[in-house]
Structure formats: C-alpha cells, structure tokens
C-alpha cells in the first residue's frame, strides 16, 4: 500500500474478548509504516469482556477507537456503524476473531488504488466446518447465477473506497450486508479485482453465521437485491452484444 494512501479497519466484535487484542495486532503487523491508518473497534452488545477489552486497547493506542452498540445490530449493523465514521481514503473490515492473518491482510492492501473494490478470495476454505464451506459456495453461486456476477466470494475482509461505500444504502444488518454492497456497488458501474489470501481458525469462541435466524435473514437480502437491481448483468450483456453486432 502506497504511502500517500489511508485505511480505516472496521472490526466488529460479538463476544471476541479472546480474539480482539490479536486482531488489532494482526492489523499493526500488516500495516507497519506504510501507510496512515485508523483502527475502529465495534461491540455489538457482548456479553462477555469484549468492551473492556477494547477500552483498554483505545486507550494504548491514539489510532484506535472504540464503539459500542446500544442494542445489537448483528454484523452487518455494526459494520455500519464503523463504517460510517470511518475517515480514511479506504475502508475495510477486519472480522474480530483474528480470522485474517497479518500476512493476509497485508494481500489485500497492496492492491489499493488498481480497483474501487478489492475482493479476497480465500484458498485454504478447509479450515472452517465442511457444513460452512458448504453453505458459502452455495450463496456465492446463486447470487453469481442471479446477478450475472462472477465474484468469488461475497463475505470478509473487503477494501472499499470510503466514499462509494458510505454512498451505498445496505439495508440489511445480516451476515449478507457485504453482498448487498458489492451487487449494488458493481451495478452502478464500481470496478473490482480479487486478491487470494489464507485464513486462519478463531482461538475462541464460535461463529453465528449459520444460525437459522441469519440465513433467513439473507433470503431476505436476496429479495430486496432482485427488486432493487434486477438482472442488470443480463440486460447489460444484451445491450453490449447487440451494439457489437450493429457496430
């Protein structure tokens, strides 16, 4: 990542207070001096030490701040919430299980500046349960398959240009806010490039994302998505080729 370039990392929490601290260690390492940087701590309500934890990491520390949610907003809530008071020229979220390796995150940022969006693709899938892997592929083609998209992967830690993200309404609060924003952001017409990095199994805790309650709520995203965009892709395709074949 070029000097002349800034990032704010968004990493919400849910009951992280054994994966916090490691997390924004992993966002120093990556970082290092190459670039200005802010680092937004989101609790969504934890019922653990989450918060103190993050307390005390703002107050080590003048690029880290820490936010807490009144009432829980899930995931996509509360990367909402950091994002919108994100100050930097790009902005990312960094999941606060320590999920993404220094080495990883690293990938990501040193292609800042080649596309408006920059989408990793994650090649060691096999760490997580088979059931989650699963469930995955399977969201990423049927929202391919209806928007006519070739992205690989539509969760994790994506690098946006603040101000396209932040002009982007994302409706939803579910684990299906990033594939809202990148649907809607790639049919107004946002470039993007993907990037393969490695993850790497949380510490402690477990995640929620196949909670019957989340993936009720993407059917839902995948709803509003069709209503709101169509098959732009499909239309768009069909417009190129006949301008090709009148040209």
Same mark, same amino acid.
């Given at each position: 990542?070029?000097a ?5 990392f968004?990493?919400?929490?849910f009951?992280?207070e ?9 966002i120093?390492?990556a970082?290092?001096n ?5 680092i ?6 934890s019922?653990?030490r989450t918060w103190?934890c993050m307390?005390?990491?703002?107050a080590a520390g003048p690029?880290v701040?820490a936010?807490?949610?009144e009432?829980n907003?899930g995931l996509?809530g ?7 008071a994100?100050r930097?020229?790009y902005?990312i ?16 940022l ?15 899938s096999g760490?997580?349960t088979p059931?989650?892997? %699963?469930v995955?592929r *399977?969201?990423?083609? /049927?929202?391919?398959t209806?928007f006519?998209?070739?992205? =690989? ?24 806010y ?5 649907v809607k952001l790639?049919?107004g017409?946002?470039?993007y ?10 510490v ?6 196949l ?9 839902k995203?995948? %709803?509003?998505?069709? *209503?709101?965009?169509? /098959?732009?892709?499909?239309?768009s395709?069909?417009?190129h =080729?006949?301008?090709?074949t009148?040209?």
């Amino acid at each position: 990542m070029s000097a002349r370039n800034s990032v704010s990392f968004v990493v919400p929490c849910f009951n992280e207070e054994e994966n916090v601290a490691a997390t924004v260690q992993s966002i120093r390492q990556a970082v290092g001096n190459s670039c200005e940087y802010e680092i937004i701590l989101v609790d969504d309500c934890s019922l653990d030490r989450t918060w103190a934890c993050m307390q005390d990491l703002a107050a080590a520390g003048p690029r880290v701040r820490a936010l807490r949610n009144e009432a829980n907003r899930g995931l996509g809530g509360t990367y909402k919430r950091g994002m919108a008071a994100a100050r930097m020229e790009y902005v990312i979220l960094v999941p606060g299980d320590d999920g993404f390796p220094a080495g990883s995150i690293a990938e990501i940022l040193s292609h800042a500046g080649k596309a408006d969006i920059i989408i990793p693709e994650i090649m060691n899938s096999g760490v997580r349960t088979p059931l989650r892997v %699963l469930v995955s592929r *399977g969201f990423t083609a /049927l929202v391919n398959t209806l928007f006519w998209l070739d992205v =690989r992967y539509y969760n994790g830690a994506v690098l946006h240009r603040t101000k396209l993200i932040q002009g982007t309404e994302i409706t939803t609060d579910s684990f299906a806010y990033q594939a809202e924003a990148l649907v809607k952001l790639i049919a107004g017409g946002a470039s993007y490039m993907h990037c393969q990095v490695r993850i790497q199994e949380r510490v402690g805790g477990q995640s929620s994302a196949l909670r019957f309650k989340n993936q009720m709520a993407v059917l839902k995203t995948i %709803l509003h998505l069709i *209503g709101a965009v169509g /098959l732009f892709r499909l239309r768009s395709r069909r417009s190129h =080729r006949r301008h090709a074949t009148i040209s």
